[in-house]
Every structure is written in C-alpha cells, then in structure tokens.
C-alpha cells in the first residue's frame, strides 16, 4: 500500500460513530437507528384527504403532505412563512440551516448515465441534456447493472443501503464545457422562459418515485439543472413535490461529476465516501454544497 493510502485509510479509521456534532437523546428517535428494513411507499398507512404521495413515517410529528398543510417533520405552511429573514423569527423550520449543524456524511453511488447511453446498443436511452427528454427508471437500472450494481433495497438482496446518496451523470456539465461562450449566450442563455427545458429524471413515473423512496437515499443529485425533466408536466405529479416537503430527501442540481466519474470507471469502483458541508443560512432553502467525494 502506498503511503498515500496508508494515510488516507488511518484517517478513515478515525471514523467509529456519528460525525455529528449534534447529541440527540435516543429516546427522542422515534425508530431503531440500526434498522435496515423499512416500510415500502405503498405499505405506509394512507391518510383520508391527504394528498397522492403523503404517508405516515415513524413519528406523530413525522405525518407528512396531511390536508392540514403539515409537511416534513411537522413544518407547517404559516411557520415557513412567517421564519423570512425579515420576519424576526428565529425557527427556520425548514431551511438549509438545519443541514449545516451537522454536515451530510454518507456512501455515495454514481451511476454514469451519459456514458452508458452513448454505447450503440443503448441508443434508445440516449438523450440530449439541453433538450426535455426524460430518463425512465428502467433506463437508470439498466445502465446500473451495466456497472455491476443491482439499484434495489440491501432490505431486498440489492446494493442501495438506507442512507445512500445517489449521483446521477448526464451529460450536462460535458455539454456546456463542449460549447462555446457566444453559442451558449446565442443558443441557449437568452432563450425566454418557455424554452428553459432540461432533461433530467421522469417525475412524472409514479414508479420512479416509489423506487425512489423505497430504496431510502439521503439525497438523489445530478449534473443537470433540476434533478428531473424540466418543466414538469405535472407540478402535483413531480421529484419536487415529492422528495423536498413529502419525504424530506435532499435534491442536488448542477453537480460536477466529470472527474468522479472517470476515477469510477478507470478504478472499476462506483461507491465512495461522500461528504456535503451546505452554507450555514438560515430559513434558506438552496446553497452551494461543497461536496467532496473520496474513493
């Protein structure tokens, strides 16, 4: 082992519990921390009245998407309304604030959809990053087991442990470093609103959703603007709606992973250590992520 490597692995090995700096009681967790096997999105209890999409998780004050406007962990519509900056409030019951505290430390798994789509044999998964075409989950398990990945709950027999963070490429970053500065500004940075479209993942697959929630990411992030295809068809129906105020699981937008990926394929390795530090702003509901992945 190279001194390089020796170093790396006695600073991994500091690692023996929670990086966390914050201390909460045990007794206040409302499931066992040690659990691997958790409810799918279709055997959580329904609420009567509560939008398509809301479940029960663990917790009375964990009831999301209920009619009452109730969202992640209780947050509801008047109390983010009423913590702005300008408000004086001090709870910030749903900004990014919350995340900074402690830091997002976890197992990253990147798949490279961008490199997998260009194989001959995949070109009806190919896409266009700067046009609307939308990804199809079985596009994504595809391409994940041409990695050597089953993309299914450990729960299950497949690779995804609760927790994970899923990195998506596709193509995005690669395109617009492609491009030069006037067909950027020409082609795409004066278009008006209405021709704003990405590609991205199909929000609008209820099935992509469930499996989403199923296997218990973290945070889902990708190289594009929005995570999905962009402009929704249906902005009830869509990543958004679900993952952010339903289900609490952080999305990433215009992630680098050029480099990550290309130390994945050359190491033949697709998981790494990753860690995330947002900007500490409270109330605030996006910021840089300073993320560091590390194989």
């Known amino acids: 082992m190279s001194d390089i490597k020796s170093r790396v692995t006695q600073i991994a090995n500091l690692v023996t519990s929670s990086i966390a700096p914050k201390v909460q009681d045990p007794n206040e967790i409302p499931w066992n921390p040690d659990n691997e096997v958790f409810p799918t999105l279709d055997n959580l209890p329904k609420i009567?009245?509560?939008?398509?999409g809301?479940?029960?998780v663990w917790g009375k004050d964990d009831q999301v998407g209920h009619s009452s406007g109730v969202f992640y962990n209780g947050a509801?519509?008047?109390?983010?309304?009423s913590s702005s900056a300008t408000s004086g409030s001090s709870s910030y019951p749903a900004g990014i604030n919350h995340i900074a505290e402690h830091g997002i430390v976890s197992?990253?798994?990147?798949l490279d959809y961008h490199t997998w789509s260009q194989n001959p044999n995949n070109t009806s998964a190919s896409i266009h990053?700067?046009?609307r075409d939308p990804v199809s989950l079985s596009s994504l398990l595809a391409c994940a087991q041409s990695q050597g990945l089953n993309l299914t709950p450990a729960a299950t027999?497949?690779?995804?442990?609760p927790g994970d963070i899923l990195l998506i490429r596709l193509g995005w970053t690669a395109h617009y470093r492609s491009l030069s500065p006037s067909v950027w500004q020409q082609d795409y940075a004066e278009r008006d609103k209405a021709q704003q479209v990405w590609a991205g993942l199909d929000g609008a697959s209820a099935e992509l959703r469930a499996w989403i929630h199923d296997c218990y990411f973290a945070a889902v992030a990708s190289d594009v603007p929005a995570l999905e295809a962009w402009p929704p068809a249906d902005y009830s129906q869509c990543l958004h709606t679900s993952l952010l105020p339903l289900w609490g699981c952080l999305i990433g937008?215009?992630?680098d992973l050029e480099r990550l990926s290309e130390l994945c394929r050359r190491q033949k390795r697709w998981?790494?250590?990753f860690s995330s530090m947002p900007p500490n702003v409270k109330g605030g509901v996006g910021g840089w992520p300073n993320a560091m992945a590390v194989l």
């Open 76 to 81: 509801t519509a008047d109390s983010i309304k």
């Open 107 to 110: 197992r990253a798994i990147l």
């Open 271 to 273: 998981t790494a250590f």
């Open 253 to 255: 937008e215009f992630f």
């Open 48 to 52: 009567q009245g509560s939008p398509e």
């Open 129 to 131: 990053p700067f046009h």
């Open 157 to 161: 027999g497949g690779d995804v442990k």
């Open 54 to 56: 809301a479940a029960w």
